[in-house]
């Protein structure tokens, strides 16, 4: 099996930061890609950020230069460093992994999301 948990989530008021954190487990046999996607009330889930193993990344427009996404690879974890909030990023922060099982099956797997809500 494979837990990918997020934490870090809370209550920030605009112009504030948060770090959240994901960190994938299990029969892992190795990541090509972490990525955070994030859903607000009525709206489509979208990609916020992501990572390939290769260290590279992709930002939504609506985030680059304020949300900055890095990795600690020996600890299989993700992370998504957010200044300048804006009540606008108020949505469930989703973590997906993209990897493979030592099984040698590659998928896609998705934690439970951590709520962010920003207050004006």
């Known amino acids: 099996q494979v837990q990918v948990v997020e934490s870090g989530g809370g209550l920030v008021q605009a112009g504030g930061s948060l770090r959240l954190s994901c960190a994938a487990s299990?029969?892992?046999?190795?990541?090509?890609?972490m990525n955070w996607y994030r859903q607000a009330p009525g709206k489509q889930r979208e990609l916020v950020a992501a990572?390939?193993?290769?260290?590279?990344?992709n930002y939504a427009d609506s985030v680059k230069g304020r949300f900055t996404i890095s990795r600690d690879n020996a600890k299989n974890t993700v992370y998504l460093q957010m200044n300048s909030l804006k009540p606008e990023d108020t949505a469930v922060y989703y973590c997906?992994?993209?990897?493979?099982?030592?099984?040698?099956?590659?998928?896609?797997?998705w934690g439970q999301g951590t709520q962010v809500t920003v207050s004006s």
């Open positions: 299990g029969s892992i046999f190795s990541i090509y890609a």
């Open positions: 997906n992994v993209h990897l493979s099982l030592r099984s040698g099956r590659r998928g896609d797997y």
């Open positions: 990572m390939s193993s290769g260290s590279n990344t």
